[in-house]
């Protein structure tokens, strides 16, 4: 046994390197490897399911939800989550309807609807969005997403692309 050790530190040594560095490299070349395939993975697998939500027709969408339209109480708003997002439906003085997402286009905190004020606010930052999800200060680049919406026999389906 101690012949054989002697005998492989000899050889190994004579060639330039043991054999644990040899067998570490040989690990560190499949850990690259490894890595370098999980990559690629993902890369193709990012590559492959944006083309999917791109080319199929409501393809990655959420299913519509339904919510009743005696949810919406009388300060004129509903709020829900859908598909684990926060949203808002509401209904102006006028009737008519519109939904938004409650996520902040700045850092992706929920935001909170304020009827008193009609507006949106993210407490995160200090961001204020008025009645439409359009940004009236504070960092968001871009208003707050508006989901489509239909009314169908005293339901309001909200449709999530
Ligand atoms: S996350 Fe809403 S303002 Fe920053």
């Not at 590559?47 to 999917?52: E, K, N, V």
Request: aromatic share 10%; charged share 20%.
């Amino acid at each position: 046994m101690n012949l054989r050790i002697k005998e492989d530190l000899m050889t190994s040594t004579s060639a330039g390197a043991s054999s644990k560095e040899v067998s570490f490299i040989t690990s560190r070349r499949g850990l690259l490897k490894g890595l370098g395939g999980f990559m690629a993975a993902v890369g193709l697998g990012s590559l492959f399911y944006g083309l999917y939500r791109f080319l199929a027709p409501g393809g990655g969408s959420l299913p519509s939800l339904e919510i009743p339209l005696n949810k919406i109480n009388a300060e004129g708003f509903y709020t829900f989550q859908h598909g684990g997002l926060p949203g808002i439906v509401m209904q102006d003085e006028d009737g008519s309807l519109q939904a938004f997402s409650l996520v902040c286009t700045h850092l992706a905190c929920t935001v909170a609807w304020k009827p008193e004020k009609k507006e949106f606010y993210c407490p995160c930052h200090d961001a204020i969005f008025d009645a439409q999800g359009r940004v009236l200060s504070g960092p968001p680049p871009s208003p707050l997403e508006r989901w489509n919406i239909q009314v169908k026999n005293d339901k309001v389906l909200i449709g999530i692309v």
